[in-house]
C-alpha cells in the first residue's frame, strides 16, 4: 500500500512569506505527526494530531506555525511570515491509534524548505 | 529537558564488520527505544525497536541490547554491508500520555568495500 506522502518535496521562499506544506498519510492512520530537520540535528517534534485534534502542539516553535488536519486524513502546517532559521526538512509521520501501535510512526519522505 | 544522546557521530566499518552505535537517555518514563534509517533524501524507516521489559531483540543482521539500569541501548548491525550506509538515529518515546519521538543527533554509518 501507498506510504506517507508530502508535498512539494521542495519549497523556496522568500523571507516574509507563508508556506503551506501538505501531509497525506498512510490510509488508516489516524494519528499524524509533523517533525522538522534541520541541517546537522536530529528530528525535533512539532505537534501531533488525533484524529482532527491536536491534543500536544508542544513543539511548535513560534505562534507563526500552525497546523490542521481535516475529515481525519490530510493535515497541512503553515509557516507565517517565514524566516531564514524555518529552512530545513519538514517531515510528517503517522501511525494507527491505541497504546501498542502509537509509537509505530511511519514517516514520509519530507518537504525541503528553503528560505531566501 | 527530554534528551537522547547518541554516539559516534560517524563511523567508517569495513564491509563484513559489525558495526555499533550507542545511546543513553535521562527520561524513566520512556517505555519505546526504535531505531530509524535514513538514506539521503529520503524519510526516516523504522528499523528495529525494542520495549524496556526485554534486553535484547534481533531482526536479520539488526539487533537492539537494552540495560535498562543504566539508560543505555545500542543498535548492532552484524555483517554489515555497503547498502547499509546511512544514517541511523536512535529514539525513545512514552510517559504522561506523550507519543512525540525524541531523537538522537543521528550516526552516519558508511560501510567500505
Known amino acids: 500500500g501507498a506510504g506517507v506522502s508530502q508535498s512539494p518535496s521542495n519549497k523556496v521562499t522568500e523571507k516574509g512569506k507563508d508556506v503551506e506544506l501538505r501531509c497525506d498519510p498512510i490510509?488508516?492512520?489516524?494519528?499524524l505527526y509533523w517533525y522538522r530537520q534541520s541541517l546537522g540535528q536530529g528530528l525535533e517534534f512539532l505537534i501531533y494530531?488525533?484524529?482532527?485534534?491536536?491534543?500536544?502542539k508542544s513543539g511548535l516553535p513560534s505562534d507563526r506555525f500552525s497546523a490542521e488536519r481535516t475529515g481525519g486524513s490530510v493535515s497541512t502546517l503553515t509557516i507565517q511570515r517565514t524566516q531564514q532559521e524555518d529552512s530545513a526538512v519538514y517531515l510528517c509521520?503517522?501511525?494507527?491509534?491505541?497504546?501498542?501501535?502509537?509509537?509505530?510512526?511511519?514517516f514520509g519522505p519530507g518537504t525541503r524548505l528553503t528560505v531566501t | 529537558q527530554q534528551q537522547v544522546k547518541q554516539s559516534p557521530q560517524s563511523l567508517i566499518v569495513q564491509k563484513g564488520g559489525i558495526s555499533i552505535i550507542n545511546c543513553a537517555y535521562e527520561n524513566t518514563a520512556f517505555d519505546y527505544f526504535p531505531w530509524y534509517q535514513q538514506f539521503p533524501g529520503k524519510g526516516p524507516a523504522l528499523l528495529i525497536a525494542i520495549r524496556p521489559d526485554v534486553s535484547e531483540k534481533k531482526e536479520g543482521r539488526f539487533t537492539i541490547s537494552f540495560n535498562k539500569s543504566a539508560k543505555q541501548f545500542s543498535l548492532h548491525i552484524m555483517d554489515s554491508q555497503p547498502g547499509d550506509s546511512a544514517t541511523y538515529f536512535c529514539a525513545a518515546c512514552g510517559g504522561a500520555g506523550s507519543y512525540q519521538l525524541t531523537f538522537g543527533k543521528g550516526t552516519k554509518l558508511s560501510v567500505i568495500p
Open positions: 509521520a503517522s501511525s494507527l491509534a491505541g497504546p501498542k501501535s502509537v509509537y509505530e510512526q511511519y
Open positions: 490510509s488508516g492512520h489516524t494519528a
Open positions: 494530531f488525533q484524529g482532527n485534534s491536536a491534543p500536544d
